[in-house]
């Protein structure tokens, strides 16, 4: 499809440009607030470290560039990826942080070892560095980070990942882990802050509330994504171009279902299932799944998928309890989310009935 076709439909609406891009908007940050508010505590108690995880797409980057944004006034840094090798981390602190001038850069002798000694006297109090993807982060970078902790009095430190970034710094660097004064967890967003993320992106490039997504259609889009932003985004800008290339005024609930299934690839042009008597591609995708590795919350599921045969995800959730999740409908929304990824890794598989998902173990 034309991208001029696109833009053309956009602007029936009064758009500015599509609001479901991934780009970053602090200033629109959409729920969390019990989080960020956490978050707010552990910086202005000078807390030394905290650790801040969620799925991919849950606003763990959002969260951060709110944070920033919100402290502006404040010495607070933003590192967008973990650097791989101390000297590369020795690098952004010099320059970014300390930013002694080029002459000074010349001719400083400054190594992990004495950087401190500078970074204590430019900062008295309230030096915060946050750090995103932190799950990528070397095992000698986090080693360094816990000493630069201990050394530098003011430095306060936000590392943002995965949630098994918190599981491997419990295995591999226990002593930073143990200073995590406060760990949040950013679970997924509810159905009311799903269609407000979705009404906040249309008003912010000048349209008005959700036109043209009917109220049935955002719920169906809340169901289908769980509530994770970057899912929401994705899925309402998939609707829109389909929209577009039909010349549709509105988006209804059934346009949204046409789209994911669309999009999941689930049925081909006959409404049979893709790959249904291919056996040799079935072998090939039974010793990939063999040789895959499953994070232990994605073990769990399956194995509680296994366990009941077939079942939706809040069956799954009763079979798994949610005593790890702020509620019920919390964690049927994060484990909706790990049964996404197992169902496209062919782990599991999935089948609409009605307006819920059934999953079955793949053997």
């Known amino acids: 499809m034309k991208e001029s076709q696109i833009n053309e439909w956009i602007q029936r609406f009064g758009w500015e440009r599509n609001p479901f891009n991934f780009r970053i908007y602090p200033g629109l940050m959409i729920g969390y607030e019990e989080e960020k508010e956490r978050l707010r505590n552990s910086i202005e108690s000078d807390s030394k470290f905290t650790l801040l995880t969620g799925d991919t797409g849950a606003g763990k980057t959002n969260m951060l560039k709110s944070i920033q944004r919100e402290y502006s006034s404040h010495p607070v840094f933003y590192m967008s990826k973990p650097p791989v090798k101390d000297s590369e981390l020795l690098e952004y602190i010099r320059d970014e942080v300390l930013d002694p001038g080029f002459i000074s850069r010349l001719f400083n002798s400054y190594s992990l070892y004495n950087i401190h000694e500078p970074l204590n006297s430019a900062y008295s109090e309230d030096l915060v560095i946050l750090v995103d993807e ?28 995965l949630p098994e970034f918190e599981e491997r710094l419990d295995e591999e660097v226990n002593t930073l882990y143990s200073r995590a004064t406060d760990i949040v967890r950013l679970e997924s967003l509810d159905k009311d802050n799903t269609i407000d993320l979705v009404r906040k992106r249309i008003e912010q490039v000048g349209g008005s509330s959700v036109e043209p997504f009917t109220q049935s259609a955002l719920l169906e889009i809340y169901d289908e994504t769980g509530g994770f932003p970057r899912e929401v985004l994705r899925l309402c800008n998939e609707c829109i171009i389909t929209a577009a290339s039909e010349d549709k005024s509105i988006i209804d609930e059934d346009d949204v279902k046409r789209v994911i299934d669309e999009s999941s690839g689930e049925t081909n042009n006959e409404g049979e299932v893709d790959g249904a008597d291919e056996s040799e591609e079935a072998e090939e995708e039974t010793e990939e799944k063999e040789e895959m590795k499953l994070t232990p919350k994605q073990r769990e599921v399956y194995d509680a998928v296994k366990e009941l045969e077939e079942a939706t995800s809040g069956e799954i959730v009763g079979e798994m309890g949610f005593e790890d999740y702020k509620s019920r409908s919390h964690a049927i929304r994060s484990i909706n989310n790990i049964l996404r990824r197992l169902a496209e890794q062919g782990v599991v598989e999935r089948e609409r009935r009605g307006r819920n998902y059934l999953y079955r173990p793949l053997e």
Do not use: Y
């Open 134 to 161: 932190g799950h990528e982060a070397s095992t000698e970078v986090l080693e360094w980070l816990r000493t630069a902790m201990d050394h530098i009095d003011s430095l306060s430190i936000v590392a943002a990942g």
